[in-house]
């Protein structure tokens, strides 16, 4: 059973093309989500904690957002620099982890 | 302030065998958890350790172990290799024992098994 479940998989912007990418959860009582941004060959990085619905929080040309169920990562004018594995993941007890989404932002 | 330490980086090992990982975290941080990385099924919890004991630990076989020691520093076991362990194995420090998703990840140790 998905618990926590990213889409798109994989994302192909040009440069400056604004997109949105979503982490949907299905467990109540929801004790934080967390943003991470993974390059190749290293380890995921931390970006963001939301902890209550209508929270926010932004980060150069990233934006992070949270409702009941999901949470949305938006990235503003990106840049090829912004291309990497996007990963989000709640916390019940332990970290459960999204399978991602893979950006891809070409010049 | 020195990150998260794995090591060795990369290995191969034939089934079979047995693995001993090692992890560096922080300075100053006491807590390490551990998961597995595969393309299909992505980042896996293994286990997470405060202060030397085990305080969490995921859906994975017995074959599987770790332990942390008084300096925090922490190994994980994995014996009788099967094929499907390939994998990257990622240790992450913290300053607390749960209560914060905000982890501090090495850069893994990437494991092959032939």
């Known amino acids: 059973e998905d618990q926590v479940t990213q889409s798109p998989e994989a994302l192909r912007l040009q440069e400056g093309e604004s997109s949105s990418l979503n982490c949907s959860y299905t467990?109540?009582?929801?004790?934080?989500l967390f943003w991470y941004r993974q390059d190749p060959g290293k380890g995921p990085e931390f970006l963001f904690t939301l902890y209550s619905a209508g929270e926010e929080k932004e980060k150069e040309r990233l934006k992070a957002t949270l409702t009941k169920k999901e949470s949305f990562l938006h990235i503003t004018a990106p840049k090829p620099e912004d291309s990497a594995t996007y990963l989000c993941?709640?916390?019940?007890?332990?970290?459960?982890f999204g399978k991602g989404t893979k950006l891809t932002v070409n010049p | 302030k020195a990150g998260v330490t794995q090591t060795p980086r990369y290995l191969i090992k034939t089934r079979g065998q047995q693995v001993t990982l090692s992890c560096s975290p922080i300075?100053?941080?006491?807590?390490v958890s551990w998961y597995q990385q595969t393309p299909g099924q992505g980042l896996q919890f293994l286990f997470e350790y405060f202060s030397e004991t085990q305080r969490n630990k995921g859906n994975f076989p017995g074959r599987f172990s770790g332990r942390q020691f008084s300096n925090s520093r922490s190994e994980m076991n994995v014996s009788t290799l099967e094929l499907g362990d390939s994998a990257l194995y990622l240790c992450a420090s913290s300053l607390e024992a749960r209560g914060t998703g905000e982890l501090f990840f090495g850069e893994g140790s990437r494991l092959t098994v032939l």
């Open positions: 467990v109540s009582g929801l004790r934080g």
């Open positions: 993941a709640v916390q019940w007890g332990r970290l459960v």
């Open positions: 300075s100053g941080h006491r807590s």
